[in-house]
Every structure is written in C-alpha cells, then in structure tokens.
C-alpha cells in the first residue's frame, strides 16, 4: 500500500541551527502539507503546497520557515535558526484530490538542544 | 477565525458504544474528518464528511450537521485497541484549503 514516507525518523539539533525535514508523498498526489505536534498538544498546520507553490500557511509559518519541492518526489520543510520551541514531531501529509483524505507520515520527532 | 470543540476524555467498556462529539465554527467549510491518533504515532484516518447525514464504515460511524456546526463519530464494538486520541478536523476554504485539527479525545477504554 503506498504511503508516505518522512526521514529523518528523529533528528536532534543544536539551537540556532538550520534542519531540513523531508517527506516523499504518495506518487499520484497532489496536495502536500506540513503540521506539527507539540508534545502533548494538538496537531497544528503549518503549509499547504499545491502546483509547486503555498496555497495557504497558517501565522505560525513565518519566515523562520520554508518548503521546496526540489523534485518530483521529494517535499521539504526547512526551519532557519532553530529554536527550544520548535521541538515538536513534524507530519507530512499528502493528498490525491481535494474532497479525499490526508495520508500521515509517521513523522518526524525534532529536538532542539 | 475557526473553532473546534471536542471533550478532553472518555471512558468505555470493551463491546460497549461510545459517541465523541465535535463543535465546530467556521467560514468556508468544506469537509469534516475524523482521525484516530496513538500515542507517539501519525493520525489515521476514519472517515470524512461533507453533506449532512451519517456515514457508516465498519464499526465506526460519522455524523455531521453543518447548519449546527456539529459532527459525532461513534464507536461500536469497543475493543481494547480503540484506545486512543479521536481528532475531529474541519477544512475551510479561505483562498486556499486548510485542515484545522481539534485538540482531540483521549478514550480509555477498559475490561
């Protein structure tokens, strides 16, 4: 069954440093998007990206943040300067069309040192 | 701005039937879903709904009322492995689309 896929599984930083997350979504897709779950909290949306560009981002995505689709496959989220704050599991999500459901990644767990 | 209301906690018995309520406000709806989440894992889906009405799947059903703001998601059947957190999400079109998650119910259910 096709899924998406998110690596790192776990990735630990040091404040102030830049992290790159990346998440193949499912192939035939063509919504991708970026939450974020703060330990113990609810699932938070950051970006949705449609025909290579944003087509919506929440205030939490601000210019600390960044996606880029580099290829055909591969979606990235990149987060400048680290923060204590940004720990948190990050989930990609992709979708085949608009009325269709999300599919999860199984995340990213960020920690920042 | 959107809203989403959903209990903290339930509590059930295994085989019994369980009803997690969701309110909701927003401008732009177009679509209510229903994830399941354990902990430390991703949300997985349930169900969607769009139109007013139920919808069936398996042992899980999903309501929705959107002239008032409300949706259910029932559990029958309860097993052991239904434990977990239940997320109601709303998606808005607002220029673009956006999925907005509740904080979720956490069911504990027991022998």
């Known amino acids: 069954e096709p899924e998406v896929t998110q690596t790192p599984s776990h990735q630990v930083t040091q404040m102030g440093q830049e992290v790159i997350l990346h998440c193949v979504p499912i192939?035939?897709?063509?919504?991708f998007y970026w939450y974020r779950q703060i330990l113990g909290q609810k699932v938070e949306f950051l970006v949705s990206?449609?025909?290579?560009?944003?087509?919506?981002k929440s205030e939490i995505f601000d210019d600390q943040f960044s996606v880029e689709r580099p290829d055909g496959s591969n979606f990235t989220l990149k987060i400048r300067s680290t923060k204590l704050e940004d720990s948190a599991m990050y989930f990609c999500a992709s979708r085949e069309r608009t009325n269709t459901e999300a599919f999860f990644g199984q995340g990213t767990r960020l920690t920042v040192v | 701005g959107q809203n989403i209301d959903q209990p903290t906690e339930m509590t059930a018995t295994e085989g019994a039937i369980v009803q997690i309520n969701c309110t909701y406000q927003t401008s732009g709806f177009n679509g209510l879903f229903w994830y399941q989440q354990h902990a430390g894992e991703a949300p997985t889906f349930l169900s969607y709904?769009?139109?007013?009405g139920l919808e069936e799947k398996g042992r899980f059903s999903s309501f929705l009322s959107r002239s008032k703001g409300y949706s259910y998601l029932l559990l029958k059947e309860l097993q052991m492995k239904d434990s977990a957190s239940y997320l109601c999400a709303v998606r808005a079109h607002t220029g673009g689309f956006k999925t907005i998650f509740g904080a979720g119910t956490r069911l504990f259910v027991k022998a």
């Open positions: 192939s035939n897709h063509l919504y």
């Open positions: 709904n769009v139109l007013d």
């Open positions: 990206f449609y025909n290579n560009e944003i087509s919506e």
